[in-house]
């Protein structure tokens, strides 16, 4: 079988693909025809069907996994194309090569019986927070390029950049992973850690609201309308209400005070663009998100907050957002810190936990 975790989440479906690349003479003799069109399908495209696309900027080549040296590429694609997914397992013959795909995520548990009923694959699944950390243990120690990083002067557009941040002494601190809602962790060890908090408005609420309210299709859709957009119209903020600063409490004139505040008002509702709607919803998300990790953080006097997930893919406005709140409300003292493979981590987990089975390491 090929070395595959997958991560069936409610939004996204993300696929961690390791392809040996020290493959002997003999094995390749010995690779049976079903595998080795799987490989060369998934490494020979970028994009399958409509929706599936390859992160070729993310692959990491020269990777150790087990006793084998390969690339990982990294797969995903919309989970309600799941059947097309299940569809092109069923075409490629992967129940000649296993009787199990390892999987993670909610989707593991939704899909089950169908996997079982089209494919004849059953999925071995895995507590999905389990493998999110055992995915960010292992990718931070593995990639050759530095995964970890922070932005520096985030609202400051010309002295904006994005710095490395050395993460290979992290505990204990904080993860707060955005899906299609939102879970937070204390780390305080490799093995040890648990969920503190969490919020059901995520990357999946803020795609939602975007496609009530501007009619758009895509997260890839909403983010480009959010960049070009100004919530300050949408918003009412505190300057709305004082006139300027409320100095007692350092609120400066441009926090928001209200969301969607100014949209009480018929007028300003008629002037409202989608793109400013969609900003003030990728606000609302991201606000409400770097607050309850910055409660979390003080609770549990962690100073390091880490934010993985498909909802900070290609999307900078939020990043510069938490980076900003979380320095400032906590005067310089906690540090929001991204990762490069943002929402991989549970399919890298995955992974390992593939290589738990028994299959030898030494196998393609």
Same mark, same amino acid.
């Given at each position: 079988?090929?070395?595959?975790?997958?991560?069936?989440?409610?939004?996204?479906?993300?696929? !961690?693909?390791?392809?040996?690349?020290?493959?002997? /003479?003999?094995?390749?003799?010995?690779?049976?025809?079903?595998?080795?069109?799987? +490989?060369?399908?998934?490494?020979?495209?970028? *994009?399958?069907?409509?929706? $599936?696309? +390859?992160? !070729?900027? #993310?692959?990491?080549?020269?990777?150790?996994?087990g006793s084998r040296r390969g690339t990982m590429h990294f797969i995903r694609f919309p989970t309600s194309q799941m059947y097309q997914f299940i569809d092109l397992a069923?075409?490629?013959?992967?129940?000649?090569?296993?009787?199990?795909?390892?999987?993670?995520?909610? $989707?593991a548990y939704k899909f089950e019986e169908d996997f079982?009923?089209?494919?004849?694959?059953?999925? @071995?699944?895995?507590?999905?927070?389990?493998?999110l950390l055992k995915?960010?243990?292992?990718?931070?120690?593995?990639?050759?390029?530095?995964?970890?990083?922070?932005?520096?002067?985030?609202?400051?557009?010309?002295?904006?950049?994005?710095?490395?941040f050395d993460f290979r002494d992290p505990y204990p601190y904080l993860v707060v992973n955005i899906g299609s809602g939102v879970s937070i962790l204390a780390v305080v060890s490799p093995t040890e850690y648990r969920r503190v908090s969490g919020t059901s408005l995520g990357g999946g609420t803020f795609l939602g609201l975007c496609c009530l309210l501007t009619g758009?299709?895509?997260?890839?859709? *909403?983010?480009? #309308?959010?960049?070009? %957009?100004?919530?300050?119209?949408i918003d009412k903020l505190v300057r709305d209400i004082y006139g300027g600063d409320y100095e007692k409490f350092n609120l400066k004139g441009h926090t928001v005070a209200s969301?969607?505040?100014?949209?009480?008002?018929?007028?300003?509702?008629?002037?409202a663009s989608k793109a400013d709607l969609a900003k003030a919803t990728l606000v609302t998300i991201t606000n409400n998100i770097g607050s309850i990790a910055r409660m979390c953080a003080i609770?549990?006097?962690?100073?390091?907050?880490?934010?993985? $997930?498909?909802?900070?893919?290609?999307?900078?406005?939020?990043?510069? #957002?938490l980076s900003y709140a979380m320095e400032f409300w906590s005067k310089g003292a906690t540090k929001a810190?991204?990762?490069?493979?943002? %929402?991989?981590?549970?399919?890298? %987990?995955? #992974?390992? /936990?593939?290589?738990?089975? $028994? @299959?030898?390491?030494?196998d393609l």
């Open positions: 079988m090929p070395w595959f975790g997958m991560d069936i989440g409610g939004t996204l479906t993300k696929l !961690v693909y390791f392809e040996p690349a020290d493959i002997s /003479e003999t094995e390749e003799l010995q690779e049976v025809e079903t595998l080795r069109t799987i +490989r060369h399908y998934l490494t020979g495209n970028v *994009a399958y069907g409509d929706t $599936g696309i +390859r992160d !070729v900027h #993310l692959e990491m080549k020269n990777t150790v996994l069923k075409s490629k013959n992967f129940s000649s090569l296993s009787s199990a795909i390892c999987a993670t995520g909610g $989707g079982f009923k089209i494919v004849s694959l059953q999925l @071995h699944k895995y507590d999905e927070l389990d493998c995915g960010i243990h292992y990718i931070d120690r593995s990639n050759p390029q530095s995964e970890c990083y922070y932005w520096k002067n985030p609202q400051e557009h010309d002295k904006c950049e994005k710095v490395p758009c299709e895509t997260f890839e859709e *909403a983010i480009e #309308l959010a960049s070009t %957009g100004d919530s300050t119209s969301s969607f505040g100014q949209m009480m008002s018929k007028e300003k509702r008629a002037m609770t549990e006097k962690i100073e390091r907050v880490v934010f993985v $997930g498909n909802f900070l893919r290609v999307n900078t406005v939020s990043m510069k #957002l810190l991204f990762l490069e493979h943002e %929402g991989y981590f549970g399919a890298v %987990g995955c #992974l390992m /936990e593939y290589l738990k089975l $028994g @299959h030898p390491c030494h």
